[in-house]
T-cell receptor, first 111, second 114 residues
Framework: DGGITQSPKYLFRKEGQNVTLSCEQN?????MYWYRQDPGQGLRLIYY???????QKGDIAEGYSVSREKKESFPLTVTSAQKNPTAFYLC??????????FGSGTRLTVV | GENVEQHPSTLSVQEGDSAVIKCTYS??????FPWYKQELGKGPQLIID?????GEKKDQRIAVTLNKTAKHFSLHITETQPEDSAVYFC?????????????FGKGTMLLVSP
């Protein structure tokens, strides 16, 4: 079955550490997205990529970085510059005239 | 940019009742309006969507209506069941081609009591 896989499901980060969240899709979708979800805040766009080797900042890109070396993969790095990284992170992909397909999310906690 | 407002933030109904969630958008160029359902600890799932050339769309117990003039759209769930309990998000996008970004509302937590 085609789908979008995020890993790990839970991630703990120490102060000052960089961590990388994985997102892989086998749907042959061109576009991929990263959203951050906080209670009562909805989904806020961090980064998105429409094609390989190209990506754009979303509304809250500060403290995050991404790469898009392969069509199937769009990893997100949460850097030490992100002051409040504790949140639920969602990856999505899309192609054509249809809405997003979301992954099951990664819950990041600073310890 | 686009701004999407969603109301109410929480909604409690009895099983069998109807539930209505409303959203407004700011960008008159937006032409694609999906609705997502998110269960606890999971990613959102698309449940229904509508384009600006259509005023209403139904899928079994779920319907969405769009008023382009007023720039608002609504989700209607009839004969609610406990398994409908979840957080629902509306979203809007302009010039949707699969490569545009969606702007989401802040979500509505729906609780259906048996």
């Amino acid at each position: 079955d085609g789908g979008i896989t995020q890993s790990p499901k839970y991630l703990f980060r120490k102060e000052g550490q960089n961590v990388t969240l994985s997102c892989e899709q086998n749907l042959n979708h061109d576009a991929m997205y990263w959203y951050r979800q906080d209670p009562g805040q909805g989904l806020r766009l961090i980064y998105y990529s429409q094609i390989v080797n190209d990506f754009q900042k979303g509304d809250i890109a500060e403290g995050y970085s991404v790469s898009r070396e392969k069509k199937e993969s769009f990893p997100l790095t949460v850097t030490s510059a992100q002051k409040n990284p504790t949140a639920f992170y969602l990856c999505a992909s899309s192609r054509g005239e249809r809405g997003y397909t979301f992954g099951s999310g990664t819950r990041l906690t600073v310890v | 940019g686009e701004n999407v407002e969603q109301h109410p933030s929480t909604l409690s109904v009895q099983e069998g009742d109807s539930a209505v969630i409303k959203c407004t958008y700011s960008d008159s160029a937006s032409n694609y309006f999906p609705w997502y359902k998110q269960e606890l600890g999971k990613g959102p799932q698309l449940i229904i969507d509508i384009r600006s050339n259509v005023g209403e769309k139904k899928d079994q117990r779920i319907a969405v209506t769009l008023n382009k003039t007023a720039k608002h759209f609504s989700l209607h769930i009839t004969e609610t069941q406990p398994e409908d309990s979840a957080v629902y998000f509306c979203a809007a996008s302009g010039k949707w081609s699969g490569y545009s970004t969606l702007t989401f509302g802040k979500g509505t937590m729906l609780l259906v009591s048996p």
